[in-house]
């Protein structure tokens, strides 16, 4: 696995993309983000980033307190900027394709990446409808790329409904 987060996350997303500024744009393995990280890729990379991570952020706000990646963060924002991606996080943003039999929860961010990077694994999905597709198991699920427009509020209530049933 190539990314950034925690390394032991059982909550992973997988991307095509990585941040415009080194070292987060090629991590040897996956990178514990720290305090002010998510700013400076920002920075760097403009507001594509600040989405991503916004959106990764109240994503993980919205899991139910069952799931132990939920945070206990006084709102998303202070979560996104002290914790998302850090060591004990439970969160992981990987580079590198998503594997056939996840030992936790996988997404696969943005229709065009995550076909292809199923059909590389070898996962086959079932489109549930036009923006969202799951494995057999459930544990993987492809899903809007992280971008206001695409993964809305309420697509981001119907993610979660997605993993719910997961109980991590």
């Known amino acids: 696995m190539e990314g950034l987060g925690c390394e032991a ?12 500024l080194m070292p987060f744009d090629q991590p040897q393995g996956v990178m514990p983000l720290i305090t002010g990280d998510i700013a400076a890729i920002n920075q760097a990379g403009g507001n594509g980033w600040r989405k991503v991570f916004s959106v990764y952020a109240k994503l993980v ?4 307190p069952h799931w132990p990646q939920r945070t206990r963060d006084r709102c998303w ?3 996104r900027d002290g914790r998302l991606l850090q060591s ?3 969160t992981a943003l990987l580079f590198s394709d998503p594997v056939a039999r996840p030992d936790g929860t996988q997404i696969l961010m943005g229709k065009g990446y995550g076909e292809a990077a199923a059909e590389r694994a070898g996962i086959p999905l079932t489109w549930l409808d036009l923006h969202f597709a799951v494995s057999p198991d459930g544990r993987t ?3 809007p790329y992280f971008d206001y427009r695409q993964l809305t509020n309420e697509r981001i209530e119907r993610l979660v409904g997605l993993l719910n049933p997961i109980h991590h």
Do not use: T
């Open 77 to 79: 924002q202070a979560y």
């Open 88 to 90: 004990g996080s439970g």
């Open 61 to 64: 706000w919205a899991l139910p």
């Open 9 to 20: 996350a059982g909550f992973r997303v997988h991307m095509g993309n990585r941040p415009p």
């Open 141 to 143: 699920i492809l899903c």
